[in-house]
């Protein structure tokens, strides 16, 4: 019987769809790379019995980087990343995914492919179709023929059936698009963050940043935010004055008028219009104008819409919606979140959708008042030819949802219910007075219909918004007449609405990629959210943005990043040259950052007013092995010591705490001990800042503590505290940290594997004598009053491993790792604690000799 791969782009989406097209009879087992399950049915494909296969990716298979030489910062010169040569790598190598693919695609007849439908699931096609060839190529006469993709916009029984009645061919040249998409935000954005963090992270002391990128649609998303905030810092205000008059109508309400003067910047010409309208006790009616208005039904919601709202009105950022949106659409709740389109297809089943929410407890009345009409007729929006608006696709109860995920849902389905309903109709009723010389009206509105409010509720009218009843002609007595001064005000920072409106305009990033772009300013310290989710510049990210537009504007303007957003739209289309694109785009950034390299003197002038030299940072910690002076300690990202008489940086081990360890020195260089720890429940090891940024043995690597030193008789190195062989990871050994007392503990110089050991024991060390077992002994000495040992005795040796008294002393852990940004500490995933006798590990010694000169 043959096989028919299929392919869908997450387990969870290829779960459900196994379900609905094998009708919920297939069987499932897990893949070989334990990510990824594999479901199989019987069925027909083009008439003939076959055994379907659906399985699925996690995302990209592939991504692009440089050659192995090309990603050492310190030996390549950024302006090489524009030539270098590339290669597709696995996107996540601990997933096998290629091997898998490879696998579960022996012997198939046809490929059918789920992926997600835009661009960048076209390219994901493209990734497995180069996953599987090979075994398409040698059971079939043409591969391209057996290739098919499937194109579906919900997750439903019946758009995934309809789909696979009618599959199509993947687009080679929507791939390809992506493809130069990430070329060139590789090159560009690598060549630019790399020099511009070498130049100005070696010379600022309080540059919290361990990373200072540069990204060709990043940094025009940052330039709207600073913009902003310029116009904020140079807005100057201006005093006016409006004569505020109060009318008291016979139905006992009061009536504020608005001037038709509007405001007065003369405060002596207001005060004269004031003394004018003093003279009289009533305002006279002179006109009554009523007007039926109408307030539209919203447009079928799309993606951009969706991240505004969300930011806007639920307060819940643009890239977690989409997140979001994402869980609600593989659960099958809502159609595909991505997508530019407002106009609903013709042959869209909207009375469909409806009756599946006629029975919410939440909405329910109004749907069926709609069923009940019938006559519903959506607005014409933007057909852009990709995928149907976003709707719900199954009622959802709010208990079925968390409460975040509850908000999205909850918003697609009164939208989609709004664009089905019945315009807002109003009257506006505008009355115009006369005091004197001067004019002044009040307008209020009387509701007719309500119509899509009613789901909407947030944007119906207020009770207080009607105005009484006047008659022309009427005088109306004058409750009050005063000058209220006031001041121009400038405008608030962008909110992240404002922000997605601005990206969408200009033609920055995708609808799939403009909250990646505005997650990656907040989380890189260009920006941070403020109440209201308003964006406020950082220092770091208006020095940048004023550096580029003092250099070369164009770096930080949004016009060339919209225009090879068209050159990329080119290539989707088929219309332009996938090279010619490429090379022409490429060669263009290069000639602008050879200008930026001669020029950033400019941008460095604007970094020394903003950011402290490495000199006056930071405060005095240890002391220099070569000049024997101390040397400054600074604590921002990335944390690093400074010498300022030799003028030497050091790099130190990040998210943890660095402190002197017992003022010892290391006897290659003379420099001074440090101890790095991430916490009572961390990893920890004594290094010496030198080796640590520059290996002494050929088998130590850069950024290596004494935990990994192959010193031969140094007391602080693996040769005298290494204990074992780690029993988790290839090549680990479990050293002794000798300045982990009294929280004593061993930890694996590779991985995460610790073990906690003789808690408040006075002394801990490792013996030369070694166990059966092929581990190092260990003595412990404990004060009479603290021991834990059998007996109440002081002192032991034994092997951690073997050794019975010592079983209820040692416990295994996963270490636990500092958060990068703040002070507490949180647990990884991974093996919980074990208690007792760890398994003995294999050949334990064997490894740690190859550690040995």
């Given amino acids: 019987?043959?096989?028919?791969?299929?392919?869908?782009?997450?387990?969870?989406?290829?779960?459900?769809?196994?379900?609905?097209?094998?009708?919920?009879?297939?069987?499932?087992?897990?893949?070989?790379?334990?990510?990824?399950?594999?479901?199989?049915?019987?069925?027909?494909?083009?008439?003939?019995?076959?055994?379907?296969?659906?399985?699925?990716?996690?995302?990209?298979?592939?991504?692009?980087?440089?050659?192995?030489?090309?990603?050492?910062?310190?030996?390549?010169?950024?302006?090489?990343?524009?030539?270098?040569?590339?290669?597709?790598?696995?996107?996540?190598?601990?997933?096998?995914?290629?091997?898998?693919?490879?696998?579960?695609?022996?012997?198939?007849?046809?490929?059918?492919?789920?992926?997600?439908?835009?661009?960048?699931?076209?390219?994901?096609?493209?990734?497995?179709?180069?996953?599987?060839?090979?075994?398409?190529?040698?059971?079939?006469?043409?591969?391209?023929?057996?290739?098919?993709?499937?194109?579906f916009s919900a997750i439903t029984e019946k758009d995934i059936k309809a789909a696979f009645s009618n599959l199509g061919r993947p687009n080679e040249n929507e791939a390809r698009s992506v493809d130069a998409r990430q070329e060139l935000d590789l090159r560009i954005g690598c060549a630019f963050t790399r020099f511009q963090t070498k130049f100005f992270q070696g010379k600022y002391g309080d540059l919290d940043a361990s990373l200072i990128s540069y990204g060709p649609c990043q940094t025009p998303t940052l330039g709207f935010c600073v913009q902003r905030h310029d116009e904020i810092q140079t807005f100057k205000p201006e005093q006016y004055w409006v004569i505020q008059v109060l009318l008291k109508a016979e139905d006992g309400r009061e009536v504020t008028l608005d001037w038709e003067r509007v405001r007065c910047f003369e405060k002596d010409v207001a005060t004269m219009f004031l003394a004018d309208i003093k003279e009289y006790k009533e305002a006279i009616v002179m006109n009554i104008s009523t007007k039926e208005k109408v307030k539209q039904r919203p447009q079928a919601l799309n993606t951009v819409e969706l991240m505004r709202v969300a930011s806007a009105g639920l307060g819940i950022g643009p890239h977690h919606a989409m997140q979001l949106a994402e869980r609600l659409y593989t659960q099958g709740f809502i159609s595909y979140p991505r997508t530019e389109t407002t106009h609903y297809p013709e042959n869209f089943d909207l009375t469909g959708v409806l009756k599946q929410q006629q029975h919410s407890s939440e909405w329910g009345k109004e749907v069926r008042e709609i069923l009940s009409e019938g006559n519903?007729?959506?607005?014409?929006?933007?057909?852009?030819?990709?995928?149907?608006?976003?709707?719900?696709?199954?009622?959802?109860?709010?208990s079925d949802l968390d409460s975040e995920?509850?908000?999205?849902?909850?918003?697609?389905?009164?939208?989609?219910?709004?664009?089905?309903?019945?315009?807002?109709?109003?009257?506006?009723?505008?009355?115009?007075?006369?005091?004197?010389?001067?004019?002044?009206?009040?307008?209020?509105?009387?509701?007719?219909?309500?119509?899509?409010?009613?789901?909407?509720?947030?944007?119906?009218?207020?009770?207080?918004?009607?105005?009484p009843t006047f008659t022309k002609g009427e005088a109306i007595p004058i409750h009050d007449a005063k000058l209220v001064e006031c001041q121009t005000s400038p405008p608030d920072y962008l909110t992240e609405a404002e922000?997605?409106?601005?990206?969408?305009?200009?033609?920055?990033?995708?609808?799939?990629?403009?909250?990646?772009?505005?997650?990656?300013?907040?989380?890189?310290?260009?920006?941070?959210?403020?109440?209201?989710?308003?964006?406020?510049?950082?220092?770091?990210?208006?020095?940048?943005?004023?550096?580029?537009?003092?250099?070369?504007?164009?770096?930080?303007?949004?016009?060339?990043?919209?225009?090879?957003?068209?050159?990329?739209?080119?290539?989707?289309?088929?219309?332009?040259n996938f090279n010619a694109v490429l090379q022409h785009t490429v060669e263009i950034f290069r000639q602008?950052?050879?200008?930026?390299?001669?020029?950033?003197?400019?941008?460095?002038?604007?970094?020394?007013?903003?950011?402290?030299?490495?000199?006056?940072?930071?405060?005095?910690?240890?002391?220099?092995?070569?000049?024997?002076?101390?040397?400054?300690?600074?604590?921002?990202?990335?944390?690093?010591?400074?010498?300022?008489?030799?003028?030497?940086?050091?790099?130190?081990?990040?998210?943890?705490?660095?402190?002197?360890?017992?003022?010892?020195?290391?006897p290659l260089d003379d420099f001074e001990l440090l101890s790095w720890s991430a916490g009572a429940k961390g990893k920890s090891f004594p290094f010496c800042p030198y080796c640590f940024n520059n290996p002494p043995f050929r088998e130590m690597k850069k950024g290596s503590g004494c935990n990994s030193c192959t010193h031969p008789s140094c007391p602080h190195s693996l040769?005298?505290?290494?204990?074992?062989?780690?029993?988790?990871?290839?090549?680990?050994?479990?050293?002794?940290?000798?300045?982990?007392?009294?929280?004593?503990?061993?930890?694996?110089?590779?991985?995460?594997?610790?073990?906690?050991?003789?808690?408040?024991?006075?002394?801990?060390?490792?013996?030369?004598?070694?166990?059966?077992?092929?581990?190092?002994?260990?003595s412990v000495e404990y004060k009479p009053e603290k021991t834990k040992l059998p007996n109440e005795a002081t002192e032991m040796t034994g092997c951690v491993f073997c050794y019975s008294p010592f079983t209820s002393l040692v416990e295994k852990h996963r270490a636990v790792a500092r958060a990068p940004n703040s002070r507490a500490t949180r647990g990884r995933s991974g093996r919980g604690r074990n208690k007792g006798k760890p398994r003995p590990p294999k050949d334990k010694m064997a490894q740690l000799a190859a550690y040995f000169v």
């Avoid at 601990?94 to 789920?114: D, H, P, R, T």
């Avoid at 014409?380 to 990709?386: L, P, Q, T």
């Avoid at 209020?444 to 009607?466: A, R």
């Fill in 1 to 151: 019987m043959k096989v028919v791969l299929m392919v869908a782009e997450k387990p969870s989406l290829a779960t459900s769809l196994a379900n609905i097209l094998s009708n919920g009879k297939c069987s499932s087992r897990k893949g070989s790379n334990s990510a990824c399950s594999v479901h199989e049915w019987t069925g027909t494909f083009h008439g003939e019995p076959v055994c379907f296969r659906m399985t699925s990716v996690c995302g990209h298979v592939m991504t692009l980087d440089f050659i192995g030489k090309y990603n050492n910062w310190d030996r390549v010169d950024p302006v090489e990343l524009f030539s270098c040569p590339t290669e597709k790598k696995e996107a996540t190598p601990k997933l096998k995914m290629l091997a898998f693919l490879s696998q579960e695609a022996k012997g198939i007849a046809y490929l059918v492919l789920w992926l997600d439908c835009d661009k960048e699931g076209e390219n994901i096609c493209f990734e497995v179709i180069g996953a599987v060839h090979q075994n398409l190529r040698s059971n079939v006469t043409c591969p391209e023929e057996v290739i098919y993709r499937a194109h």
């Fill in 376 to 398: 519903y007729r959506p607005r014409k929006g933007h057909d852009a030819g990709d995928h149907p608006p976003i709707t719900p696709m199954k009622l959802a109860q709010k």
């Fill in 405 to 467: 995920s509850w908000k999205i849902y909850d918003y697609i389905t009164r939208h989609f219910i709004a664009t089905v309903s019945r315009d807002c109709k109003y009257l506006s009723t505008t009355v115009s007075f006369k005091i004197g010389n001067e004019n002044f009206s009040c307008t209020g509105k009387t509701l007719l219909d309500p119509g899509y409010t009613l789901v909407m509720h947030w944007q119906s009218f207020g009770k207080d918004e009607t105005v």
């Fill in 499 to 576: 922000l997605i409106t601005l990206m969408e305009k200009h033609g920055i990033g995708t609808d799939a990629s403009i909250p990646v772009h505005i997650n990656n300013i907040c989380q890189r310290n260009y920006v941070t959210v403020s109440a209201g989710r308003k964006l406020v510049p950082t220092s770091l990210g208006i020095v940048l943005v004023h550096g580029y537009q003092k250099i070369d504007p164009e770096l930080v303007l949004p016009t060339m990043r919209s225009a090879v957003e068209e050159q990329l739209n080119l290539i989707a289309r088929g219309e332009a």
């Fill in 592 to 666: 602008k950052f050879l200008y930026f390299v001669k020029n950033i003197e400019g941008m460095d002038q604007l970094f020394e007013v903003t950011f402290s030299t490495l000199s006056a940072s930071g405060k005095s910690h240890s002391r220099c092995g070569k000049c024997r002076r101390y040397m400054k300690y600074i604590q921002a990202k990335p944390s690093r010591l400074h010498c300022a008489h030799c003028d030497e940086t050091y790099n130190l081990p990040q998210n943890g705490n660095i402190r002197i360890y017992k003022e010892l020195k290391c």
């Fill in 719 to 778: 040769n005298s505290n290494g204990v074992s062989s780690c029993v988790e990871c290839e090549g680990g050994v479990l050293v002794l940290d000798p300045a982990s007392g009294p929280k004593w503990k061993l930890g694996c110089n590779r991985c995460d594997v610790i073990i906690h050991l003789f808690d408040d024991a006075q002394k801990v060390f490792v013996e030369e004598n070694v166990c059966e077992c092929g581990a190092q002994l260990i």
